[in-house]
């Protein structure tokens, strides 16, 4: 299937300031995701990642442009409206606790998104704890019996569980330790991909990225300044603020004598 799963076409986002000043926040941005594609996509803290993550959402109204997910052009719809197609969009953020409810035992908040979509697939709320290296146990315990990583990954097999089309990570492994951030994230590729669903990867960590991302676009100050493959953007990027970011990254001496690419 070469058809767009989720379009970007000229998106404007944009808020009103206290006062009379208005900040566009995304301004101008277009891409195409595929079916069971993952776009990584990067940037500087403020340089408008979660609002076009919201906006795709349905959450933040659209100023111009506009966004189409599996063919329905996706209006302002305001917070109270929950339309079937996007609950087709699943979303895990930095927080995990942003996206569990704490006064319900993890077996049942992966049973909810079970029912979503029960024709989808063959997951059981078993089944996915053990995708997630959780044991089966872990069903009748509750958000706060975790730690962070363990919580992030519950809140991943929940999303999961409902059969989404599109998964979106807005800084999902922000929050986790260095040492298993790499790892949660090829862990939401793999579920992903293995649930037929595409991914869009935001962090600010082109690094991780880039191990786990199909595409990779490079927002800076509400724009997309790069987009292409892991391979264009990380052996020839084109932009000066992406050569910038790639020289920042720890232990690559000078842009010629980057750490090779994953294998696959
Ligand atoms: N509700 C809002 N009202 C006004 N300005 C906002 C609002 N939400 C975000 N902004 C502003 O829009 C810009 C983009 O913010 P956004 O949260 O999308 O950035 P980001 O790239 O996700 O940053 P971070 O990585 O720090 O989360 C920032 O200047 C931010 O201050």
Redesign the pocket.
């Known amino acids: 299937m070469s058809e767009s799963l989720l379009s970007l076409d000229d998106l404007r986002v944009q808020?009103?300031?206290p006062g009379r000043g208005i900040?566009t926040?995304?301004d101008g941005v277009s891409f195409d995701l595929k079916p069971k594609q993952v776009l990584g996509l990067v940037?500087?803290?403020?340089?408008?990642?979660?609002?076009?993550?919201?906006a795709v959402c349905g959450l933040e109204p659209i100023h111009s442009g506009g966004i189409t997910f599996n063919g329905t052009p996706i209006r302002t719809l305001g917070m109270r409206t929950r339309p079937a197609e996007l609950l087709r969009i699943q979303m895990v953020f930095?927080n995990p606790y942003a996206s569990l409810n704490p006064r319900r035992t993890v077996g049942k908040q992966i049973e909810d998104g079970l029912r979503i979509h029960p024709q989808r697939d063959s997951w059981s709320v078993a089944g996915l704890l053990e995708e997630v290296e959780l044991p089966a146990e872990a069903a009748n315990r509750f958000p706060h019996q975790f730690s962070g990583g363990q919580r992030q990954r519950i809140a991943i097999a929940r999303a999961i569980a409902s059969g989404p089309d599109l998964l979106i990570g807005?800084?999902p492994i922000a929050s986790l330790d260095a040492s298993l951030q790499a790892k949660v994230a090829g862990l939401m590729r793999r579920l992903a991909l293995e649930s037929g669903a595409s991914m869009l990867f935001?962090s600010?960590d082109l690094a991780v990225v880039r191990t786990i991302a199909d595409e990779i676009a490079v927002?800076s100050k509400?724009k997309v300044v790069e987009l292409g493959t892991v391979e264009q953007v990380w052996r020839s990027p084109r932009d000066p603020y992406t050569q910038r970011l790639l020289a920042a990254i720890p232990a690559v001496d000078g842009l010629g004598t980057l750490p090779g690419l994953p294998e696959d």
Not at 43 to 54: D, I, M, P, Q
Request: with cysteine; proline share 0%.
């Open positions: 808020y009103k300031l900040l926040a995304v940037g500087e803290s403020g340089c408008g990642k979660s609002t076009l993550a919201r930095q807005d800084e935001i600010h927002m509400g």
